[in-house]
């Protein structure tokens, strides 16, 4: 009989841990710390590793990332739970209730942003206003115009700011051109996610698409011409000395590829060719930010 109630409550707790990671949207919040480290590991005053400044920021991070999550959670509650890809969202399907996912927001919010003070003021102000951002303005505007993937890749962007502030304590030039980076990527990594979760998404009344009309050439030709921003941008690191030739090939190489995909979707404006756009999305950011500090030498 104990055995038992000790094998219910280890499954009562794995299943409290698994929607914890669902409320934060997990991956998604790797990804945007990942990238914020990376910027802070890329910032000149930045020698070498240190392991606990290292895993302190990627805490702060996570905490802040995961309450912006959260609150996205809450105020889309309702719409996560008409779309089939939300639905099992711990607040849309009711195993959690909305005091519950209001109380983890706000104590993760600001336990994380305290932590990033511990780095510099600017980088904790950064943190706030990205959360901000993103719960408040972002998250309540996808239902409005489609202009809210504009206003959602400035926090999408800022991580990059945040993790070269602490680094650097300033907002100099590199902090800017990994921001720029990160900022245009968006736009075809969104559309495409967008293109795939469409009936979704329109059921559900977000509006994501630049064309009123959805998938159309139209959409196709704003992702391509985002994707081309990301060629000058991507010279920058290595016109200012923040990286070498190396880096330089790699990511030329990562953007024109990006390029490829975009087209690609442009000439078979299918399902399938946007999905490839996404994935590619992934495997670029990691790749160019990697490449990056590989090949650092400010």
């Given at each position: 009989m104990e055995q038992t109630v000790k094998q219910s409550s280890s499954l009562k707790l794995a299943g409290k841990l698994q929607d914890y990671k669902l409320l934060i949207k997990f991956s998604l919040s790797f990804m945007v710390v990942f990238s914020?480290?990376?910027?802070?590991?890329?910032?000149?005053?930045?020698?070498?590793?240190?392991?606990v400044a290292m895993g302190l920021f990627f805490l702060?991070?996570?905490?802040?990332?995961?309450?912006?999550?959260?609150?996205?959670?809450?105020?889309e509650k309702d719409t996560d739970a008409m779309m089939k890809?939300?639905?099992n969202r711990p607040v849309a399907s009711g195993r959690m209730s909305v005091e519950e996912a209001w109380t983890f927001a706000i104590i993760s919010g600001v336990a994380g942003v305290l932590i990033l003070w511990h780095f510099n003021f600017?980088?904790?102000a950064l943190a706030a206003f990205s959360l901000f951002l993103y719960a408040f303005i972002y998250t309540p505007l996808k239902k409005v115009h489609s202009i809210s993937v504009l206003v959602g890749a400035i926090p999408g962007g800022l991580p990059c700011l945040i993790g070269w502030a602490a680094g650097n304590d300033d907002l100099s030039i590199g902090g800017w051109i990994l921001f720029g980076i990160q900022f245009f990527w968006q736009f075809p990594h969104f559309w495409a996610i967008a293109w795939i979760a469409?009936?979704?998404?329109?059921?559900?009344g977000f509006k994501m698409m630049p064309s009123n009309e959805g998938p159309t050439k139209y959409s196709a030709i704003q992702a391509i011409?985002?994707?081309l921003l990301l060629l000058p941008v991507g010279v920058a690191p290595y016109?200012?000395?923040?990286?070498?030739l190396v880096s330089l090939i790699i990511v030329s190489i990562a953007n024109l590829f990006m390029v490829g995909q975009c087209v690609r979707l442009y000439r078979e404006m299918t399902v399938k060719a946007a999905r490839r756009v996404m994935f590619s999305s992934y495997i670029y950011l990691p790749v160019v930010l990697l490449a990056l500090l590989a090949n650092k030498l400010a």
């Open positions: 914020a480290l990376i910027s802070y590991l890329l910032a000149p005053k930045v020698k070498e590793y240190d392991w702060g991070g996570l905490l802040v990332t995961g309450s912006a999550n959260t609150i996205n959670q809450i105020v890809r939300t639905a600017l980088t904790a469409h009936k979704d998404y329109t059921t559900a011409i985002y994707s016109l200012t000395g923040m990286s070498g």
